[in-house]
């Protein structure tokens, strides 16, 4: 897959499995051995499950650090957290405690290095990390990780795409977690000519640029229509923005 696949395929994720699976998957893409995404939402998930979500894929006990992230205690003084809710940029870095970018502040700059060593003692020898910001978020933060020992000038040509993905993943995690409970699912095609619609193009534009008949556009236009319980396209694409279905 090409780097623009792997954007597109985060960004068409419905589910919170498929946006998994996009980021395993540009994860391997981008040379990185493994991830670890974690934020904490502003508002509790509709239908229960707390206001913290995370997900990463460590083959070691550092995995045990991500349900930590929590605690009142990492929140004031994890780097990763700090640097995310204080908008600081994405940074390379390796286990020596070398980054591409320092903290202004020393103390921060003394807990990343800590941080950093301590990853190198589970195998976690050097990668980026990304903060993230929306709305609906207090902090977010992605890390890809390398096994070796890495220069974090070699990791600044990824960094930029890595950042692009990042930014397309998180707004997809805000998309998919704070959809309405029972929201209908649509297919990707359904989806596909919502969104041609949702821009203005007519259903014939949308046969061409589909290379479908006019009648399946007006076919499936009814489907997402009774889907989601209105009449008319321009109804069901207010409905389809509303409830995260597409992004325009």
Same mark, same amino acid.
């Given at each position: 897959m090409e780097y623009w696949d792997h954007i597109d395929r985060v960004m068409r $994720? *419905?589910?919170?499995?498929?946006?998994?699976?996009?980021?395993s998957a540009y994860t391997r893409a981008a040379g990185f051995q493994h991830h670890g995404y974690a934020t904490r939402?502003?508002?509790p998930l509709v239908g229960g499950g707390g206001d913290f979500v995370y997900f990463e894929d460590f083959d070691s006990d550092w995995s045990k650090s991500y349900p930590k992230l929590i605690t009142p205690q990492s929140e004031q003084s994890d780097p990763r957290i700090v640097l995310s809710r204080e908008g600081f940029p994405a940074v390379a870095w390796n286990s020596r405690g070398h980054t591409s970018y320092?903290?202004?502040r020393i103390a921060l700059a003394l807990?990343?290095?800590?941080?950093?060593?301590? $990853? *190198?003692?589970?195998?976690?020898?050097?990668g980026i990390t990304v903060p993230s910001w929306s709305p609906g978020t207090r902090w977010a933060f992605t890390t890809f990780t390398h096994k070796a020992q890495l220069d974090p000038r070699e990791l600044l040509p990824v960094l930029g795409e890595s950042v692009y993905f990042v930014s397309c993943m998180h707004a997809a995690m805000d998309r998919v977690l704070r959809r309405p409970v029972g929201a209908p699912k649509l297919s990707d095609r359904e989806c596909e000519v919502l969104r041609w619609s949702a821009i203005g193009k007519t259903?014939?534009?949308?046969?061409?640029?589909?290379?479908?008949?006019e009648r399946t556009v007006n076919f499936h236009l009814q489907q997402v229509s009774r889907k989601l319980g209105v009449k008319g396209r321009r109804a069901a694409c207010a409905r389809a923005v509303a409830l995260g279905l597409i992004v325009l």
């Open positions: $994720a *419905g589910t919170l499995e498929e946006i998994k699976a996009a980021t939402l502003r508002e320092e903290a202004p807990r990343t290095r800590k941080t950093l060593i301590q $990853a *190198g003692e589970f195998g976690l020898h050097g259903s014939w534009e949308i046969s061409m640029i589909l290379h479908i008949s």
